[in-house]
């Protein structure tokens, strides 16, 4: 069975700290698409990135990164010289690469950023 | 705007009662999930239609259903309103032949009193 394990509930960080989100995955498959999306005080999903199973490589976009760590089944994302506009809940996800391509989210970690 | 459309965007109705929320997907989306997040439950898949036809069932109650019409939206039914069911839906498209991550709409707060 598919599993997201983000383990960090709530992280508290003052502006321009970096910070980093965790997400840990359990899937059979050998291969597989992993997201991440953010969930605003607004309440929309925002989507953030995607990742590809045989894809390794750390992706940087502005102040965002990742790191894919197969290894760990591990897709960490940080947030470099945080905002208050990052203030929201951020979730992981998993999901197959064919077939139905229903999403296993994590549990969310809300990230508050104070100024 | 992420081009789903979904309404009404909230919905305040009484236990026992029966309610129908609407989604509109993307230009040329041809694939709808529906999802449903509650504060125990979190994100959860309920079904997932394509061109008109169910792909895919997740955690659905059989008080809640769904259908997609030959225009491509789609309206997820729920009767028999109970308080659990208070929640925020969502409904997201995609082309259904690849996985680029989909697209979500804004959701609608169903809250059952």
């Known amino acids: 069975a598919q599993k997201v394990t983000q383990a960090q509930t709530e992280i508290s960080v003052v502006e321009k700290e970096d910070v980093t989100l965790d997400c840990v995955y359990e899937?059979?498959?050998?291969?597989?698409?992993l997201f991440w999306y953010k969930q605003p005080p607004s309440g929309e999903l925002v989507f953030l990135i995607r990742?590809?199973?045989?894809?390794?490589q750390n992706e940087i976009s502005g102040r965002y990164s990742w790191n894919f760590q197969k290894s760990t089944s591990s897709f960490n994302f940080t947030i470099t010289a945080s905002q208050v506009v990052d203030s929201a809940v951020y979730f992981c996800?998993?999901?197959?690469?064919?077939?139905?391509?229903?999403?296993?989210f994590g549990t969310g970690t809300r990230l508050k950023v104070l100024a | 705007d992420s081009g789903v459309t979904q309404t009404p965007k909230h919905l305040i109705t009484a236990t026992g009662q029966r309610v129908t929320l609407r989604c509109s997907p993307r230009?040329?989306?041809?694939?709808v999930y529906w999802y449903q997040q509650s504060l125990d439950q979190g994100l959860q898949f309920l079904i997932q239609?394509?061109?008109?036809?169910?792909?895919a069932k997740g955690n659905i109650l059989e008080r809640f259903s769904a259908q997609q019409f030959p225009d491509l939206h789609s309206e997820l039914n729920l009767s028999s309103l109970e308080l659990g069911d208070s929640a925020l839906y969502f409904c997201?498209?995609?082309?259904?032949?690849?996985?680029?991550?989909?697209?979500f709409g804004s959701g609608t707060r169903l809250t059952v009193v």
């Open positions: 997201a498209s995609s082309d259904g032949g690849s996985n680029y991550g989909y697209t």
């Open positions: 899937t059979r498959d050998t291969t597989y698409y």
């Open positions: 990742r590809n199973s045989f894809d390794e």
């Open positions: 996800a998993l999901t197959k690469t064919s077939g139905t391509y229903k999403y296993i």
């Open positions: 230009s040329g989306d041809l694939s």
């Open positions: 239609y394509y061109n008109g036809e169910e792909r």
